[in-house]
C-alpha cells in the first residue's frame, strides 16, 4: 500500500478567508473521511465519503464543505471559520471492513 | 453504547523496559479492534488489528495484542521499549452507526514518554 497526502502541511488563515484542504490516495479505497483533532485528543469524525458519495456528516458545521470529486481526491472547503476550528485535519482512507489508514494531516491556524 | 476506555492518560518508562498500554471495549457482539500510534506532529500508524481467529496478534514495530473477551480488553504490549516509542497510542472499535454505517470509537489515548 501507499499512502494518503494531505496538502497544504500548514495552514495560517483568517476568519474572513475562503481555503480548501485536500486529500489525494491511489490504494483503490473507495471510502474516505475527514477527521478533526485537537491536541492530546483522540480524531473527531466529521465526514465519510462512500463511493464518492457523502454517507455521514457528524453535525459539521457548514463553514465546513466536504467535497469527493472522485475516488482518490478528497477536499475539505473552508470558509468563516472561527478560532475554535483550530486544529489538525486528517484524511483517512479504506477498504470496506479494513482498517483506515491517515495522512500526516493539516495544522490549521484560524487568526 | 459502545465505548473504548484507556485507562492510563500518561505512562512513563525507561528504554529497554516492558511496556504494556490497557484498553477496554464495551461492544456487543465481536469487536473489531485497532490500536494507532501518533508521534508528535504526525498522522495515526496502524500498530495491529484485531478480527477474529487468533487472540494473540502481533504487529509492526515489535508490538503485540492480547484479545480477552472475558475481561473485555485488548491490551498492547511491547517486552523492549525504544525511545522513538514515545507517542500518543490509541485503542479503538469499529462500531455500526445508523444506516449501517461503520465509524470508529476512539480511546481518549495514553501519552507515552520513555527515559533514556
Known amino acids: ?111 | 453504547a459502545q465505548s473504548v476506555t484507556q485507562p492510563d492518560i500518561h505512562i512513563t518508562v525507561s528504554e529497554g523496559a516492558s511496556l504494556e498500554l490497557r484498553c477496554n471495549y464495551s461492544y456487543g457482539a465481536t469487536p473489531y479492534l485497532f490500536w494507532y500510534v501518533q508521534s508528535p506532529g504526525q498522522g495515526l500508524q496502524l500498530l495491529l488489528k484485531y478480527f477474529s481467529g487468533d487472540t494473540l496478534v502481533q504487529g509492526i514495530k515489535g508490538f503485540e495484542a492480547e484479545f480477552k473477551r472475558s475481561q473485555s480488553s485488548f491490551n498492547l504490549r511491547k517486552p523492549s521499549v525504544h525511545w522513538s516509542d514515545a507517542a500518543e497510542y490509541f485503542c479503538a472499535v469499529v462500531a455500526l452507526g445508523a444506516g449501517n454505517n461503520r465509524k470508529l470509537i476512539w480511546g481518549l489515548g495514553t501519552s507515552l514518554a520513555v527515559n533514556p
Not at chain 1, 55 to 81: D, G, K, M, W, Y
Open chain 1, 1 to 111: 500500500d501507499t499512502e494518503v497526502t494531505q496538502t497544504p502541511k500548514h495552514l495560517v488563515m483568517g476568519m474572513t478567508n475562503k481555503k480548501s484542504l485536500k486529500c489525494e490516495q491511489h490504494m483503490g479505497h473507495r471510502a474516505m473521511y475527514w477527521y478533526k483533532q485537537k491536541a492530546k485528543k483522540p480524531p473527531e469524525l466529521m465526514f465519510v465519503y462512500s463511493y464518492e458519495k457523502l454517507s455521514i456528516n457528524e453535525s459539521v458545521p457548514s463553514r465546513f464543505s466536504p467535497e469527493c470529486p472522485n475516488s482518490s481526491l478528497l477536499n475539505l472547503h473552508l470558509h468563516a471559520l472561527q478560532p475554535e476550528d483550530s486544529a489538525l485535519y486528517l484524511c483517512a482512507s479504506s477498504r470496506p471492513g479494513e482498517p483506515q489508514h491517515f495522512g500526516d494531516g493539516t495544522r490549521l491556524s484560524i487568526l
